[in-house]
């Protein structure tokens, strides 16, 4: 069973450029967390989403960012008119259960670099 | 904002002796969840508890929390210069169902062979 697999690993834009980032759970989970980590922090929580839905997007900034996923394929995170500041480790995280007390499997990770 | 503040931010130690870090939150909790990072990769989820316990283990591990204090701590004991990582706490919020984490700031740990 493979884990959570992201793709690219490293990602490099520039600035106004869009960037799109794929996310595939593991087999048999249907719930997907987005979740991004700046240089020497922790990670921040940004989306959570099932298949075909976005449930919870309170980490999401308002602009630029949107993020779906989609009955057939990975999850997507898009990123329009990069900026310097969206510099970042970009994590995805499945689960196959969502109350809470299930533990979240973490792929390795999309390192964004916006020049 | 982030939930979490761990302590120390950084620690280094010699193999073999036992590290300690410790996270405080701020709001109520389903559980508790700790992680390891090391350098340039994913997370790796390392024991769970939950609010109606109070302590537990795995390994070497031991994960104790304390809900009155909002706070709770992660021992590695006999650690190895494989432990180097960054470790972070996670906490799960008991409404909303939604299982998002809210990561703590992260104690970099160093073990020196």
């Known amino acids: 069973n493979a884990g959570v697999m992201q793709n690219p690993r490293h990602l490099v834009r520039r600035r106004g450029q869009e960037a799109r980032l794929r996310c595939s759970p593991m087999k048999g989970h249907s719930h997907v967390y987005w979740y991004r980590q700046l240089p020497e922090e922790g990670l921040k929580f940004m989306v959570y989403?099932?298949?075909?839905?976005?449930?919870?997007e309170s980490g999401m900034p308002k602009e630029r960012f949107s993020a779906e996923f989609p009955k057939e394929g990975p999850s997507i995170l898009r990123i329009q008119q990069v900026v310097r500041g969206d510099s970042a480790a970009y994590f995805c995280a499945s689960s196959p259960l969502a109350i809470g007390t299930d533990t979240q499997y973490f792929g390795p990770g999309t390192r964004l670099t916006v020049l | 904002s982030q939930q979490g503040e761990e302590d120390p931010q950084a620690l280094s130690i010699q193999e073999g002796e036992n590290a300690t870090m410790n996270c405080s939150y701020k709001t109520s909790i389903n559980n508790l969840q700790w992680y390891r990072q090391n350098s340039g990769r994913g997370l790796v989820h390392l024991i769970l508890?939950?609010?109606?316990?109070r302590e537990k283990h795995s390994g070497r591990l031991r994960v104790t929390l304390d809900t009155s204090k909002k706070s709770s701590s992660l021992l590695i004991t006999a650690s190895r210069a494989a432990d180097t990582a960054s470790y972070f706490c996670a906490t799960v919020s008991p409404s909303g169902n939604t299982g998002k984490l809210i990561f703590g700031q992260g104690t970099t740990l160093q073990v020196k062979p």
């Open positions: 508890i939950r609010s109606n316990e």
């Open positions: 989403l099932q298949k075909e839905n976005i449930i919870d």
